[in-house]
């Protein structure tokens, strides 16, 4: 399966808990972005790389929020110190250069904080 | 004024009819426009990309976009029961990487 991938699908942590989740883009596209989505919304743009190079962040990444890419491939998205508000579906999607590239997005973590 | 708005609500048509989905944008500089298919608990999956006015066709899907209304449209011909999701409008502006999404538009297609 050459799609972008996302694990874990699910997790569940209590509050106050830290979490981290993971995404491996498709091999060949240099571009990566997180997005949030909560029940009933768009997916939100959270952070974008372009290779191991973190260009831009959104306001709704706070700083508990912090995300790496350090070898310009798979990138970490961790949460400290979660809040109920943090439940939402995490998306990872990556794309090529193009300023026109389609962004193919993985199938999702799922965060719940109990 | 939000940058992607998806003002329809749930969009009920029956099997074999047309349906229609709208969204507009605020950004005038947007340079890139795409539909995505969400099914329940899914991800989003890419369906069509339009850059261009006019209207662009992939089987069964036709989107259109006016750039000077501010305007891009779905079309689903042909609707299946499988066609039934959630449809998201994203755009991307011009010299910026990320996609701006509508909230989306819920479509049943009724057998």
Same mark, same amino acid.
């Given at each position: 399966? &050459? %799609? +972008? *991938?996302?694990? !874990?699908? =699910?997790?569940?942590?209590?509050? %106050?808990?830290? +979490?981290?989740?993971?995404?491996? !883009?498709? *091999?060949? =596209? ?27 962040? #959104? ?6 929020? #912090?995300?790496?890419?350090?070898? %310009? ?24 250069? *193009? ?9 999702? &973590?799922?965060?719940? +904080? +109990? | 004024? $939000? ?37 329940? /608990? ?24 006016? $750039? ?26 011009? /010299? ?5 999404? /509508? ?9």
């Amino acid at each position: 399966d &050459t %799609g +972008v *991938s996302q694990n !874990p699908r =699910h997790k569940i942590t209590k509050r %106050g808990q830290n +979490v981290t989740f993971r995404c491996d !883009p498709i *091999s060949e =596209h240099n571009r990566l972005y997180w997005y949030r989505q909560t029940l009933g919304q768009g997916p939100e743009f959270l952070t974008y790389f372009q290779n191991e190079a973190q260009l831009e962040k #959104s306001r709704l990444l706070s700083d508990r929020f #912090s995300a790496e890419r350090p070898k %310009g491939s798979f990138s970490t998205l961790e949460i400290q110190r979660t809040e109920q508000g943090d439940s939402a579906m995490y998306l990872c999607a990556s794309s090529g250069d *193009s300023p026109d590239a389609e962004a193919f997005f993985g199938q999702g &973590t799922r965060l719940t +904080v +109990v | 004024q $939000k940058e992607v708005e998806q003002n329809s609500g749930p969009l009920s048509v029956p099997e074999g009819a047309i349906a229609s989905l709208n969204c507009t944008y605020s950004d005038r500089v947007s340079q890139s426009f795409f539909w995505y298919r969400q099914y329940s /608990g899914k991800s989003p999956e890419l369906i069509m990309s339009i850059y261009s006015n006019g209207d662009k066709e992939d089987g069964r899907f036709t989107a259109q976009l006016n $750039k000077a209304s501010q305007y891009v449209s779905l079309l689903i011909r042909d609707s299946q029961p499988s066609d039934s999701a959630t449809y998201l409008c994203a755009v991307k502006r011009y /010299g910026n990487n990320r996609l701006a999404f /509508g909230k989306g538009n819920q479509v049943v297609v009724i057998p």
